[in-house]
Nanobody, 124 residues
Framework: QVNLVESGGGLVQAGGSLRLSCAASGGSLTRTYMGWFRQAPGKEREFVAAISWSSGSTYYRDSVKGRFTISRDNAKNTMYLQMNSLKPEDTAVYYC?????????????????WGQGTPVTVSS
């Protein structure tokens, strides 16, 4: 069992930055990928970024490439999402999630553990 707790969401003006954190506890993260998903009002949840816990390999959706950076601190069992140049369309509840090896990192259904979400609002 892996417990995930997000933090760092809030209200920011367009062009601003936020850093989300996801603290993991309760289980080993070896052989896992951790990811960020988001769900905007009235829309389906979508993939944002993912990282291999062991190798650090990263994956991004096209619309955030060059603006968002996913990283992890193995010693702290914490994953981060640095979000720069934020746009109003980035407004959503952001969720962190964890999956074991196997299956696409882009597919929501492959993730077994989820946090409760943290809201991000970008004003224009």
């Amino acid at each position: 069992q892996v417990n995930l707790v997000e933090s760092g969401g809030g209200l920011v003006q367009a062009g601003g930055s936020l850093r989300l954190s996801c603290a993991a506890s309760g289980g080993s993260l070896t052989r896992t990928y951790m990811g960020w998903f988001r769900q905007a009002p009235g829309k389906e949840r979508e993939f944002v970024a993912a990282i291999s816990w062991s190798s650090g390999s990263t994956y991004y959706r096209d619309s955030v490439k060059g603006r968002f950076t996913i990283s992890r601190d193995n010693a702290k069992n914490t994953m981060y999402l640095q979000m720069n140049s934020l746009k109003p369309e980035d407004t959503a509840v952001y969720y962190c999630a964890a999956k074991y090896y196997g299956g696409s990192v882009y597919r929501e259904s492959n993730y077994k553990y989820w946090g409760q979400g943290t809201p991000v609002t970008v004003s224009s």
